[in-house]
């Protein structure tokens, strides 16, 4: 198109030129004339020829760019390996030049707990009280959830009351069961005529009956959380059938024996332990016989009274003050300022007997002084210890004094009539029936319960006290009237002559027999 404007340009000059028709011209030859580019032509030129440049650079530096930036990358990443190599070895170095390398740097323990710190303050800050929180959301849980529930006692009664009637519905009858022992019982009192093949059958029957009790009631201890023992269940069953069993054998109308004693008489190889005795005035109640020789005489003795305050369960008898001193309990005279004594008292149940064995445990109180001077009344408090008595009026057991000091005799009006160097008498309604102890073992005393050395259990009598722990048969005190009997109750009483703040004699343990 730029040659057709160019001939276009040429023949537009050509035809400026103006002639004549009736001129005769004449054409001559005219010589090639060279074509020589125009102005425009070379201006053309020279902007297709830059274009055409800048194109290949264009395309140059866009080709550039990549290389350059991952060059740029190997550059800093070379830098970088080099600088972690200079800390390396800056820090392989001596602890002298690590220091000098870091002493330029901030701690970074301190820059880190700084950073804590703040954060720590902005977020809890903007943070509700955790605790307060805490109390907020238990508050509202339990006030849905309790609000929601039945109530507990209410439900657990309900769970009781159906495990009792799943349990005992599906048990027998235990009359039904304790007649049928009997009846079988008797079968074999009339089957078997030698004694004593008969008594191993009714232990082996009676120790059968108890191991199947023993099951039933392991099994409801298990379901139903009771105040009563399952040894005690056990024990009140079995001495119930063995009682049973012994009036089968002596034809007493399905009556109970009346005393250890009877049960020895009726089956002498009869163990000791829990049975059901009849009284009187024919009620029944439940006593422990002990079937071996006690106090020089065979078995048969019914034990009616007995404390053991090591027992925990156990607590003193009505009337009686509480002694504690770390594990050691005791029971004494109630607070008084005065002699006083304090009182309980043993039915006999209408047992006819003709001797009482017993022994008695106790703690010295401050100072007590043994007898009390010039006392010769059984009624009044004329020991300083435990008066043990029968009946009334009074008739004298056993007494039990506490001496003051076992050591030392710069006391003898205070000391055990049987120490060494004593001054003291005994009441004449006393004579031997006696024991006397004292707990302190130095020369003087203190407001305080001596329990290293308890009272009349035999041992501790040391230096003047030596001869009064060689009492046959102590701790054990016996009394035996021969054929007087009596149906006496027993009485024991812990007395004193002064004020319970100056001496008092608690006792702790005690057991009484009679036969």
């Not at 159906?162 to 349990?167: I, L, P």
């Not at 008969?198 to 379901?223: E, F, G, Y």
Request: net charge negative; charged share 15%.
């Amino acid at each position: 198109m730029e040659l057709e404007v160019e001939n276009k340009f040429t023949y537009e000059s050509l035809g400026q030129d103006t002639f004549k028709e009736s001129n005769v011209y004449e054409l001559c030859q005219v010589p090639p004339v060279e074509e020589r580019p125009t102005t425009r032509r070379l201006d053309w030129e020279v902007r297709r020829a830059e274009q055409h440049k800048d194109k290949k650079k264009r395309e140059q530096t866009t080709w550039n760019k990549p290389v350059i930036v991952l060059l740029s990358l190997i550059v800093i990443l070379q830098v970088g390996i080099l600088c972690l190599l200079l800390a390396h070895i800056v820090y392989t170095r001596d602890t002298g030049t690590y220091s000098g390398a870091n002493s330029g740097l901030p701690d970074f323990t301190e820059w880190a707990n700084g950073v804590i710190s703040k954060v720590n303050s902005n977020v809890t800050g903007s943070l509700p009280d955790f605790n307060e929180w805490a109390n907020g959301v238990v508050s509202k849980v339990n006030s849905n959830v309790t609000g929601s529930l039945p109530d507990f006692n209410e439900w657990a009664n309900g769970v009781v009351s159906k495990v009792n009637s799943n349990v005992t519905g599906s048990l027998p009858d235990f009359n039904e069961w304790a007649t049928g022992v009997s009846q079988n019982t008797l079968q074999l009192f009339q089957d078997i005529t030698n004694f004593t093949e008969l008594d191993k059958q009714i232990l082996h029957t009676t120790r059968d009956s108890a191991q199947k009790l023993i099951n039933i009631v392991n099994t409801l201890s298990s379901l139903q959380s009771t105040s009563t023992s399952t040894a005690g269940v056990v024990d009140d069953t079995f001495l119930f059938i063995r009682s049973r069993h012994l009036s089968k054998l002596c034809n007493l109308s399905f009556s109970f024996p009346t005393s250890c004693k009877h049960i020895k008489t009726l089956l002498p190889t009869s163990p000791s332990g829990y049975y059901i005795l009849a009284s009187a005035n024919g009620s029944t109640y439940t006593a422990y016989c002990n079937m071996e020789e006690l106090c020089g005489s065979g078995g048969g003795w019914t034990r009616l009274a007995y404390l053991n305050m090591s027992d925990s369960t156990m607590n003193c008898p009505s009337g009686f003050r509480l002694y504690q001193s770390g594990s050691y309990r005791a029971c004494g005279r109630p607070v008084t300022s005065s002699g006083s004594c304090v009182s309980v008292k043993f039915p006999s149940h209408g047992i006819s007997y003709s001797q009482i064995c017993g022994r008695v445990t106790g703690y010295q109180y401050t100072s007590p002084s043994a007898f009390s001077i010039g006392s010769n009344n059984l009624n009044l408090y004329y020991v300083d210890g435990v008066s043990i008595t029968r009946g009334s009026p009074r008739q004298h057991v056993w007494t039990l004094a506490n001496g003051v000091t076992d050591t030392y005799n710069n006391h003898p009006y205070w000391i055990c009539p049987c120490s060494t160097g004593s001054s003291q008498t005994v009441p004449s309604f006393v004579g031997n029936h006696y024991f006397c102890e004292s707990g302190n073992h130095a020369a003087y005393w203190s407001s305080a319960l001596y329990t290293s050395d308890p009272l009349w259990d035999g041992q501790g009598c040391v230096a003047l006290e030596a001869t009064c722990c060689a009492v046959p048969g102590m701790p054990w005190f016996h009394r035996d009237y021969g054929n007087t009997t009596t149906t006496d109750y027993i009485e024991l009483r812990v007395c004193g002559d002064q004020s319970t703040a100056d001496e008092d004699t608690p006792v702790s343990f005690y057991e009484i027999y009679v036969k």
